[in-house]
């Protein structure tokens, strides 16, 4: 299969991570035979709490964390028959600011091309300082930059070897509203270009707007994979909220539905959306001779899918 004929960036296989214990703990399995396949082209989020095995994963796609066992190809190339390549194929953005505080942008760039193998006459980094908004920054101690600039130079050294797959490990954390609209203009335009793209992120509302598809990983197996869409329409519930008029006194609700007096006047209606249609309830206010002077529905989001995921 050439390169171009590839369908998945990323495939993995019965991957596992233990972690040898110390004389108080035994040995931590931090990863139990992960599947996982991120189709080429896509924005794929990676979702998980704390502790749940998202930074071993990208750890090890990355090369910085030797796995266990199983099989990890990223854009076809295994990485134990092909390791040089599989790296090449990934860059990634750490959550940690990991930068040398004595090198300037320009050279922070050029060192790491230079660690890649990139030879200099095809290296871009005044295209890639451009890109991420450090330009007029580029001859600046590192050290001199703000966290946010400093965030901008993480994206920019991976980036510098033409990588086919991103990683962005909570790239926003910390940031503030412009920079975090720069980076996602930054990310679609990548996308578009043709890069896979994987985001981890706790910001879920992010993940819901950026992602194509999601995984969500926790104590070390991955418990559902799906598209944004279908992973929302499991949640077989929404919300009607009503302001009345008026007071509206108890009346008889159809059966599932439960009603929340709110402090700003308005009323919640929950409801299970596959027995329950918004028009029984409106026709049940009618009845009851309640007056609407208002009204919106609330569908459930992916924090809430991902709560009651984890929870289970």
Not at 184 to 208: F, K, P, S
Not at 224 to 245: E, G, H, S
Request: net charge negative.
């Amino acid at each position: 299969m050439t390169r171009q004929q590839i369908e998945n960036a990323i495939e993995i296989e019965g991957l596992r991570k233990t972690y040898a214990g110390s004389k108080r703990t035994g040995p931590k399995e931090a990863l139990k035979g992960v599947d996982l396949t991120i189709p080429r082209g896509s924005v794929f989020g990676l979702l998980g709490p704390n502790g749940a095995g998202k930074s071993t994963m990208i750890n090890i796609m990355a090369g910085l964390v030797v796995k266990t066992t199983g099989k990890v190809r990223i854009w076809g190339f295994d990485q134990d028959e092909n390791p040089r390549q599989s790296r090449a194929a990934i860059g990634v953005m750490p959550q940690e600011l990991n930068i040398d505080p004595f090198f300037t942008p320009r050279e922070a760039l050029d060192v790491q091309a230079g660690l890649y193998g990139v030879p200099r006459a095809e290296r871009r980094t005044d295209e890639i300082l451009e890109l991420v908004g450090l330009t007029d920054k580029a001859d600046a101690y590192a050290r001199t930059l703000s966290g946010g600039m400093r965030r901008r130079l993480l994206l920019g050294k991976a980036l510098v070897h033409a990588p086919q797959v991103l990683v962005l490990d909570e790239p926003t954390a910390g940031v503030d509203i412009g920079l975090r609209q720069m980076l996602w203009q930054n990310v679609r335009m990548l996308n578009e270009q043709g890069m896979t793209i994987i985001l981890t992120t706790h910001y879920l509302e992010e993940a819901e707007q950026m992602c194509d598809e999601i995984a969500i990983i926790d104590k070390g197996s991955v418990i559902v994979r799906d598209t944004t869409q279908a992973l929302l329409a499991r949640m077989d519930a929404k919300t009607l909220l009503v302001r009345p008029a008026s007071g509206a006194p108890a009346f008889p609700l159809p059966e599932g539905v439960t009603r929340e007096d709110r402090a700003d006047g308005w009323l919640a209606f929950h409801y299970p959306r596959s027995r329950v249609s918004a028009g029984a309830i409106l026709a049940a206010l009618a009845a009851a001779g309640v007056e609407v002077a208002d009204l919106s529905t609330a569908e459930p989001d992916l924090e809430d899918a991902f709560l009651d995921l984890t929870r289970r």
